[in-house]
């Protein structure tokens, strides 16, 4: 790179109707910028004619004018030409004006006869300098303005949206998922032929009408997960009747699909402090997972037990897990497809914690994160931990440090997910303060894990 050469010469507009200082201030530039241009108007008008003729780089400003004075000469000057950077002339008793000549626009000022000549051209060359940096921040804090209106013309039309899915599309779906529940009703369910087949379609409906509230339901909730203000009212819940409620639920589908649901809680378990449907949708979540995924003849397992102390906190991920060791209640997954219990080190990979809805991503060893610490809080005794385990193909590694991840998913096309339940699930679980994790081996199974607070 080259060094920069000398600076362009100036191009000056002199305004000032006092010839000797005129002269004066001729003389002085003569000697500090030889190669000046200077051009003099000895008032405002003259001015205006000299700005319309030719191209400036700065004004040198009298304040008081045959046809301007004061504040209103800055004023004059800015409006003809507001581009130019303006150093203003005053004399010894003037300084507060000069000062609000420069909060009006100017850029500078100089004392009369108390100007250098260097110190002339150096308060012209800062003026330009300064102007330029001015109209750069003005270009900036425009763009930035432009930018805002843009952001907030984005929100406002979200919000739209989410007004029209949340009020409109919600209250239509109910009233398809109520028409078709009754036509499924009345059409006889022995019937064969094409009452059979109309029958069958319009079951169809209903289910995909159900999807479709669900789905609608998943999106507003990740909308409030991002605002921080998911709507949980907690209240004493028993984890039983957490676990035997989601059974319910999920039991026809279980006996369509020929999988084992199952509820196995340890024995006399505390109540914990839940919003009793928000559990549920968490439960329904992993239900309606591990229903997708295990084959006939599986198992699904519900369970909950009382987290032990400290065993959270000690970091390895193999041996005491992330809410407390499986050794505490081994019937959560060690337990083989078959039913033979097995070493649970044996079968597990390692716990996945699933991260925190603001780091967005997995934690994949969980070892030393920070949310290891919060997982014991105050009291690490104080936790229910529910389960819910699966004899489905796995969770690949790859795929276990992404599951919790917004709109990732497995099933593609029509007849997958959108990939927001675990997310959601995530968020309702950090609502009550709890965590969630995984444990998944390929071949054997998955277990999901989150914790409750204790009453
Ligand atoms: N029990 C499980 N066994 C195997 N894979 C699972 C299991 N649970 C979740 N996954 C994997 O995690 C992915 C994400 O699950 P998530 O519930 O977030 O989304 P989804 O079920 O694909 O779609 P949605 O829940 O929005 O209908 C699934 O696509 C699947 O690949
Ligand atoms: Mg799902």
Redesign the pocket.
Known sequence: MSAPGPPPALRILLVEDNPGDARLLREALRESSPGARLVHADRLEAARAAVAEGAFDVVLLDLSLPDAHGMDTVAGMLALAPELPIVVLTGTDDETLAVRAVQAGAQDYLVKGQAEPAVLTRALRYAVERKQLDRERARLLASEREARARAEDAVRARNDVLHVVSHDLGNFLSAIVVNAGVVVRQLPADAEGVLADARARVASIRDLARQMQRLRQ?LLDVASIDAGRLSVVPGAVHPLDLLEATRELFAPLAAERAVRLVVDPADGLPEVMADRERILQVLG?LV???L??TPERGTITLSAWVSTDSASIDGDPTEAGLFGGPADHDSVDGRSVDGDPVDARALDGRWVDGGTATSGSVDGGLGGAGGVDRTAGEDGAGKVVISVA?T????DAA?RAR?FDRF????EGTV????????VARGIVEAHGGRIGLRSVVGRG?TFRFTLPRV
């Open positions: 998943d979540n309606g997972n591990a997708k995924f699966d489905g193909p796995g969770i795929s599951v990732w998913t497995t099933r997958g997910g959108a990939g927001l339940g675990l997310n998955t």
